[in-house]
């Protein structure tokens, strides 16, 4: 952020341009800046890291949000984020933050996260991207708790920018308590898939996607799980080069 | 895999069951082992890693393939996989490889990609996994180069099984003599943004997505896409654990 300037902020998420949970990200941000929104049109969980490649994209202004400026936009998360700083942003944003999300993005859901991948998106652009989430998947999600660790972290990564190719992952407890700030690393867990197979009124079948979380690392108290599990904010450095680096070693070797 | 029994291989990709790319793939499995082939029923190209949590997901048998088990599927590539590990598959399979995509999935091209979204999620749950991709988008584009290398690269990685989150994301250069495989790392670049704003007939604006691929590590030659640009085939061993682990000390004196 450029000194003495109002920092100029993008905010978007996965759940919406009218889910509550970006409004209280909303009303955060504009006591520290300059905030632009540009969101999704509808809610978009669970969409990964797509982006749209084959349809047009539409962007349409709404007055949600008062005097703020704010768009819906017609794609995913990530499309919000090509086309705000493309499109939208004046000039670059100082910082790009997504969500609150309405549910957990901790341990492997960071790879199916909306939320995250709007973060991604600014993060690869060379933004500084933070994405928020509340492990809470109601609509009327208490978010108050969150209020003050939103700004305080945020405003601790514009006085202290994060490097090229590293992000934040920030959940918060469903809790009005919050303990503090854990620094974390992706708790190792997977979901077990267990598809709920029905009849339509044809006789065909069809499949609703269900799963049981598992948590393979109960045990350890330094990854996200445990943080939120024990009403502490964890906060994850994450990054978007994949390389295991610690196997190409291995790898040459039997290639 | 288990000595003495053909191995289990499923396939999927995100170009849909019908393209070319797949056809390759499933003919070079079925000289390695039972294939079984789980493919979304119409292109999910640049899909991420979404996945269907709002709606049913369908699954229809199709018999492209001859004898071979085949079913065309709803969803994302990531459903795709889900589907076939709790409904399709017989047993556990020994591998599941996805692809071979038409078009790069070198560098950050990795995580918009389907195909590897689909090999990401089998690795997840524990299943040994492999994304192929051939760095032409064309629907004819010529596989022939790649058909040793892909039997090779499966049948090293059924005999030398990964490690639990690790999975393998190769990519084939556009030539018909490719120079050998090299172990790489994900190239840092990223696509800049240009969207086409255009004019519908009722006079409202929409937006193509278009962006120009950026290589910001045009002199290393141990990323992927200096391999595929020297005509080599790149393997990079990929993680799904997106921490930045050499930042957690870091952030720890900020939050």
Sequence with gaps: MEKNTTPLILISNDDGITAPGLRVLVEEMSKIGEVIVVAPDKPQSAMGHAITVTAPLRLKQNFIFGSIL????????????????????????DIMVSGINHGPNYSINVIYSGTMSAAVEAAVDGVQAIGFSLCDYSAEANFEATRPFIKQITETILANPLPYGTLLNVNFPKTESIKGIRICRQASARYAENFDERKDPSGNTYYWMTGKFINMEEDDNDTDLWAVNNNYVSVVPTKFDLTSNSFIQHLKHLL
């Design 70 to 93: 704010a768009y819906e936009c017609s794609g995913t998360p990530a499309d919000c984020v090509k086309l705000a700083l493309d499109k939208v942003c004046p000039r670059r944003p």
